[in-house]
T-cell receptor, first 112, second 119 residues
Framework: KNQVEQSPQSLIILEGKNCTLQ??????????LRWYKQDTGRGPVSLTI?????NTKSNGRYTATLDADTKQSSLHITASQLSDSASYIC???????????FGTGTRLQVTL | DTGVSQDPRHKITKRGQNVTFRCDPI?????LYWYRQTLGQGPEFLTY????????KSRLLSDRFSAERPKGSFSTLEIQRTEQGDSAMYLC?????????????????FGPGTRLLVL
């Protein structure tokens, strides 16, 4: 069972709308959690990184939240744009670098 | 473009052949990572280097896989006797010190990947 579960698996929204992606993890011990954006056929690009003590972090229209007690994180995208169409991957780091566990991603499509 | 380059971008080979991929990290970056990503899945850690030293290897890295970073700059990943199950995107990422590998102070910059298809 993957230790990082993301939902929904895919999502289609209209341009200009907001959306929230979910990430639940069981990786323990926990060091940090990051969200990546991956365009089709490209490598992932980091959006946010959060440690145990951080509850929220923003990067432009992207806002990530973290509840380390319930082991849940969310990525909120406001005023979506066509260029937001991509896969969004949640990554949790455990004790060592080899314990970077990637979720399977949420495939977001923004349409007109 | 993150500054990390990978070559080739695509590779088609027959089962049993050997293949070698190259990754050129951002020039001042000390750490270099290799990941494998199959269709519809997130990347999986394979191995990482700090300068020329290979510090961690995943159990996914069977004895058919070998990675090198001889001068602490570019890295190669070789797969011997390829199998159809090796078909995947192979991603390279680099980062700079200080900070723990994979720690909150570290941002990994990914290359575009090499997509391997084994027939």
């Amino acid at each position: 069972k993957n230790q990082v579960e993301q939902s929904p698996q895919s999502l289609i929204i209209l341009e200009g709308k907001n959306c929230t992606l979910q990430c639940n993890y069981t990786v323990s011990p926990f060091s940090n959690l990051r969200w990546y954006k991956q365009d089709t056929g490209r490598g992932p690009v980091s959006l946010t990184i959060m440690t145990f003590s951080e509850n929220t972090k923003s990067n432009g229209r992207y806002t990530a939240t973290l509840d380390a007690d319930t082991k849940q994180s969310s990525l909120h995208i406001t005023a979506s744009q066509l260029s937001d169409s991509a896969s969004y991957i949640c990554v949790v780091r455990g004790r060592t670098a080899s314990k970077l566990t990637f979720g399977t991603g949420t495939r977001l499509q923004v349409t007109l | 473009d993150t500054g990390v380059s990978q070559d080739p971008r695509h590779k088609i080979t027959k089962r049993g052949q050997n293949v070698t991929f190259r990754c050129d990290p951002i020039s001042e970056h000390n750490r270099l990572y290799w990941y494998r990503q199959t269709l519809g899945q997130g990347p999986e850690f394979l191995t990482y280097f700090q300068n020329e030293a290979q510090l961690e290897k995943s159990r996914l890295l069977s004895d058919r896989f070998s990675a090198e970073r001889p001068k602490g700059s570019f890295s190669t990943l070789e797969i011997q006797r390829t199998e159809q199950g090796d078909s995947a995107m192979y991603l390279c990422a680099s980062s700079e010190l200080p900070g723990l590998a994979g720690g909150p102070g570290e941002t990994q910059y990914f290359g575009p990947g090499t997509r391997l298809l084994v027939l």
